[in-house]
């Protein structure tokens, strides 16, 4: 069974993603905004018309 949140929401689905992707996205992208991300880069593997690959963030400085 899926959950849904809100009618005005899309079904949650389960992707694994490893810990240190994860949090390295949020780092970039902001914690919101990963789900966006995400949904940008689905369209646009898809072709989606008016799909484009999200910006990237600026390389890090090395440590």
Do not use: C, F
């Not at 689905?13 to 390295?24: A, C």
């Not at 991300?37 to 400085?61: C, S």
Request: proline letters at 10%; aromatic letters at 4%; a positive charge.
């Amino acid at each position: 069974m899926v959950s849904r949140a809100k009618d005005s929401h899309t079904t949650n689905r389960v992707v694994r993603i490893g810990d240190d992707d994860w949090n390295d996205l949020g780092e970039r992208a902001g914690a919101r905004n990963r789900a966006q991300i995400i949904r940008d880069l689905v369209a646009w593997y898809l072709r989606r018309p008016g799909a484009k690959l999200p910006e990237r963030p600026p390389i890090p400085p090395k440590a």
